[in-house]
Nanobody, 116 residues
Framework: QVQLVESGGGLVQPGGSLRLSCAAS????????MGWYRQAPGKQRELVAT???????SYVDSVKGRFTVSRDNAKNTVYLQMNSLKPEDTAVYYC??????????WGQGTQVTVSS
């Protein structure tokens, strides 16, 4: 059974940092494109960052220069380093694994709260 397990969320003050991790199991991790999404209360889920199986990355404009996505294929894990956090970054963050638009898996989400 495929599992994506996120960790690393929590409460942080504005300007602080967090690193999210997403550990995958029961998939050939290295061939999947990975993504981080977030959903704030009352809002639609939005794509935050992606990293392809080849290592190419992309970001939503609101996090460019502050967030960094990376992957470690040996550990079947994708990361999201979040710096200079703002209150508007508060959301549940979800990990996604996608293979050619056909195979698509989600984690359970981890809460990130940015507040003083």
């Amino acid at each position: 059974q495929v599992q994506l397990v996120e960790s690393g969320g929590g409460l942080v003050q504005p300007g602080g940092s967090l690193r999210l991790s997403c550990a995958a199991s029961a998939i050939t991790f290295s061939i999947y494109n990975m993504g981080w999404y977030r959903q704030a209360p009352g809002k639609q889920r939005e794509l935050v960052a992606t990293i392809t199986r080849g290592g190419s990355t992309s970001y939503v404009d609101s996090v460019k220069g502050r967030f960094t996505v990376s992957r470690d294929n040996a550990k079947n894990t994708v990361y999201l380093q979040m710096n200079s956090l703002k209150p508007e970054d508060t959301a549940v963050y979800y990990c996604n694994a996608n293979l050619d638009g056909k195979w698509n898996y989600w984690g359970q989400g981890t809460q990130v709260t940015v507040s003083s």
